[in-house]
Nanobody, 118 residues
Framework: QVQLVESGGGLVQAGGSLRLSCAAS????????MGWYRQAPGKQRELVAA???????NYADSVKGRFTVSRDNAKNTVYLQMNSLKPEDTAVYYC????????????WGQGTQVTVSS
C-alpha cells in the first residue's frame, strides 16, 4: 500500500514559481515511477512530468524548459519545480506512483490546487 500526500500548491502571478512536493509512504517508493498529472476544469487529466526509478524524466511539451521533476529516495519524496508559470497551468495537480509487483500497482494523491493569475 502506498499513500501520497501533495503540498506546495497555491496562488501565484504569471511568471512566478511554485514547488510541489509529494511525500510517499510505503516501501515501494524507490522502484516506483512517479508522475505529476494535472486536471483543469472541463478538461481531462493529463501527464505533466514523470521520473523513473533511475531518475530518467519525461515531460509534456507544454511544460518543457519550465518545469523540473526530481526525486529524493531517502525522503520518499518527489518534487515538481514550476517556473515561468502561465495562466494555462492553472489546475489541480496530482501525484501518482506506479510500480510492478506481480501486477501493475497505481496510486494517487488527493491533489493540490495551483492557480496562476494573469
Amino acid at each position: 500500500q502506498v499513500q501520497l500526500v501533495e503540498s506546495g500548491g497555491g496562488l501565484v502571478q504569471a511568471g512566478g514559481s511554485l514547488r510541489l512536493s509529494c511525500a510517499a509512504s510505503g516501501r515501494f517508493f524507490s522502484i516506483s515511477v512517479m508522475g505529476w498529472y494535472r486536471q483543469a476544469p472541463g478538461k481531462q487529466r493529463e501527464l505533466v512530468a514523470a521520473i523513473g526509478s533511475s531518475s530518467s524524466t519525461n515531460y509534456a511539451d507544454s511544460v518543457k524548459g519550465r518545469f523540473t521533476v526530481s526525486r529524493d529516495n531517502a525522503k520518499n519524496t518527489v518534487y515538481l519545480q514550476m517556473n515561468s508559470l502561465k495562466p494555462e497551468d492553472t489546475a489541480v495537480y496530482y501525484c501518482n506512483a506506479r510500480y510492478y509487483s506481480g501486477s501493475f500497482m497505481d496510486y494517487w494523491g488527493q491533489g493540490t490546487q495551483v492557480t496562476v493569475s494573469s
